[in-house]
């Protein structure tokens, strides 16, 4: 097959794109651009969008000898990762950058423009499976689960699986690495990326004060009463507990965690954590990674963090929506979360939270 492997500077995908072309496969190395200005978005090497990083995959394609080129993703990045992002933190909701990153970056324009170009699908570091089966091309958890992609991949569709490539899947981090180094890549022992890569300092509440503002707002009990102020309701997520800058403490000295989170009237609510219990999460604009799912009950797992644990769920989709139903309580989930869900260890499709019910 005839494919461009997307290589980010890192280990994952240099050993990605040296095990397409030992397969076999007629193989090119893209690098995407993803700012117009590098350092805006990220310096040093813990994140896929800065100078250092396309240098790093430049060596790596020399090395494996392959053509090289670095594509400007810049516009599609900014609108639709960036600003999605800011949106989302608006409205009050939580998002996942690396998702939409996936879904609308590296597996939408990415592989319509390999497609365009001639080329059959794009391989990647992902940590990630698929298989060929009765279902068609089925996306599954890689076997090391403590770095499996699958969750950030649940946004893919059928059509999407159909193009992807995942040759890291059936291998370990740790031989990974060990596997670059003999292949004498330089990136062997680089970090992984960490945080999210287009916010310089890690400091996610202080790059959207800057966007959105700072607006003194009040910080409210379940009764209504204000025991604290913040600047901005959006720098606050469901679940928190820290940082809360209270200055009326609970009689027992229990601490408070954020229950709701309410843009218009820049309020934000806080409680117990008992009250953060949910049962019951809805998600809109769901995609299936297979067969859609059906207004019958199935059983299932859920999952939504991308390295949080499946959870046992019974769900269906109903009135537009995807519903799962959990077998046991769960504590502060926000609604802007994807929640992916899981056949054992093939991915079914995902949603975005938009309502969660005790």
Request: with cysteine; hydrophobic share 40%; net charge negative.
């Amino acid at each position: 097959m005839r494919l461009i492997a997307a290589m980010s500077g890192g280990v994952d995908s240099a050993v990605a794109a040296a095990r397409a072309v030992e397969a076999g496969h007629d193989v090119i190395g893209v690098h995407l651009a993803l700012s117009s200005n590098p350092q805006k978005y990220r310096s040093g090497a813990r994140g896929c969008c800065t100078v250092e990083d396309s240098h790093d995959a430049r060596r790596a394609a020399d090395l494996i000898g392959i053509p090289f080129y670095i594509w400007d993703m810049a516009k599609e990045f900014h609108e639709d990762v960036v600003e999605n992002f800011i949106a989302e933190y608006a409205a009050g909701r939580t998002p996942n950058p690396c998702l939409r990153c996936n879904e609308k970056i590296k597996f939408a324009a990415v592989l319509d423009r390999a497609r365009a170009m001639g080329f059959d699908g794009v391989v990647t570091g992902h940590y990630a499976i698929t298989k060929q089966g009765p279902l068609g091309k089925t996306l599954h958890r890689g076997v090391d689960i403590s770095k499996d992609q699958s969750y950030v991949l649940s946004v893919l569709t059928v059509e999407q699986i159909a193009g992807a490539i995942f040759p890291l899947g059936d291998t370990s981090k740790v031989d990974i690495r060990k596997e670059a180094a003999a292949r004498g890549l330089s990136v062997a022992n680089k970090p992984d990326s960490h945080d999210i890569c287009f916010i310089p300092s890690g400091d996610s509440a202080g790059w959207l004060r800057e966007r959105l503002g700072s607006e003194v707002g009040p910080i409210l009990d379940q009764s209504g009463n204000q025991i604290g102020e913040h600047r901005g309701a959006y720098t606050y997520t469901i679940g928190q507990r820290k940082g809360l800058g209270l200055s009326i403490p609970t009689p027992d000295g229990s601490p408070r965690f954020v229950l709701k989170i309410e843009p218009t009237t820049n309020t934000v609510v806080v409680g117990s954590r008992e009250e953060l219990a949910v049962t019951t999460m809805y998600g809109e604009n769901p995609v299936w990674c297979g067969l859609a799912v059906t207004e019958m009950d199935q059983r299932g797992f859920v999952q939504i963090r991308a390295h949080g644990a499946a959870l046992p769920c019974t769900y269906r989709f109903e009135n537009n929506q995807l519903i799962a139903q959990l077998d046991e309580p769960l504590l502060g989930l926000a609604t802007g979360q994807a929640m992916a869900i899981y056949d054992g260890d093939r991915v079914v499709g995902s949603a975005t939270i938009c309502e969660t019910k005790a």
